[in-house]
């Protein structure tokens, strides 16, 4: 997320309390996580496994609960807990809006678009020309939609990231101040779920098509003209290539990418990253023709067991 105008570092220092290692002048124009990072970014870290990570990626200013050395051209921001830090930054500058009506009258509506009687757009919406947008489904607040989008009956666009901390007391939840960002051509079956990124965007590419009941974390990315089928559970931070097709009932974790032109088979599931141009079946998947040959060999395995008594 991209601050409204940059922000001096120290006036972020003393809005979370923190120790300042920097230029006090120092610009900061968005937060962002780690993973996802540009220069002038903000970001946090709290856990040494990662400290290395955050310290050299792209982001400009890091909160960190540990004095280090500070990357030369960059800056620290020092405090205790700097989860609850990044957080206070969330809800300062993209804190909730409550609905006053269905159509917020921020939204913005492109000519021939039509709004079904039940459907929900949220503040700051862009919606395009010629979409349709059906009873009951819900646009949350800051979605991007482009031209001749079509999203059906009781699929909800921008839910919250599934992202939380676990502490003694139970679990601090990460606020999401990402989007969803659906391009021209797409369409979106009923009872989907596509949830915004945590700090940046969870991107649908042009010409993409989702059946019914498909869900997709947060910050993931689909290329265009993708197909994916019913039941598909898409983890966050994936990226899934140009011209894929998940057929019904696909599992796939999260942080992976799914080549460009891969064809995933019914049911199959997959925690590995899977090479495009080929088709791939099984839990764990692997490509189809190998799992077939597999499956072949298992028939003729009672065969061989009863020839061994």
């Known amino acids: 997320m991209k601050f409204p105008a940059p922000i001096k570092l120290a006036e972020i220092a003393e809005f979370i309390h923190a120790d300042a290692d920097g230029d006090p002048d120092l610009l900061v124009t968005g937060i962002n996580e780690i993973h996802m990072v540009e220069a002038g970014d903000l970001t946090f870290v709290d856990h040494p ?6 310290l050299h990626s792209n982001a400009t200013t890091i909160i960190i609960n540990k004095v280090v050395e500070c990357p030369e051209g960059k800056a620290l921001l020092i405090c205790e807990k700097p989860f609850d830090a990044y957080i206070s930054l969330v809800t300062r500058f993209r804190p909730f809006e409550r609905a006053v009506a269905a159509i917020s009258p921020s939204a913005s509506i492109g000519e021939g678009t039509v709004i079904q009687p039940g459907a929900f757009i949220g503040n700051h919406v862009s919606i395009g020309k010629h979409c349709i947008i059906h009873a009951n489904a819900s646009i949350y607040d800051h979605t991007l939609i482009g031209d001749h ?38 369409e979106i079956g009923a009872l989907c779920s596509i949830d915004k990124g945590v700090s940046g965007d969870t991107i649908i590419s042009k010409g993409t ?18 197909l994916i089928g019913s039941f598909c559970a898409i983890a966050g931070v994936t990226r899934i290539e140009d ?56 028939k003729q395995l009672p065969d061989i067991l009863s020839k061994l008594k």
Do not use: M
């Open 49 to 54: 496994k990662y400290y290395d990570k955050a």
């Open 149 to 186: 989008v079509i999203i059906h009956s009781g699929t909800v666009i921008g839910a919250d990231a599934y992202y939380f901390q676990k502490r003694p007391e139970g679990y601090k939840k990460l606020e999401s101040c990402g989007r969803v960002v659906l391009e021209d051509f797409v």
């Open 209 to 226: 098509k989702f059946d019914n009941h498909v869900q997709v974390g947060h910050d993931t990315y689909i290329g265009k003209n993708c």
């Open 243 to 298: 011209d894929v097709i998940l057929w019904a009932n696909v599992l796939v974790n999260k942080d992976l990418v799914i080549g460009k032109g891969a064809i995933v088979l019914a049911g199959a599931g997959t925690e590995k990253s899977l090479e495009g141009g080929k088709t791939y079946w099984g839990i764990p998947a692997i490509e189809a023709r190998k799992k077939w040959r597999e499956v072949a060999a298992l």
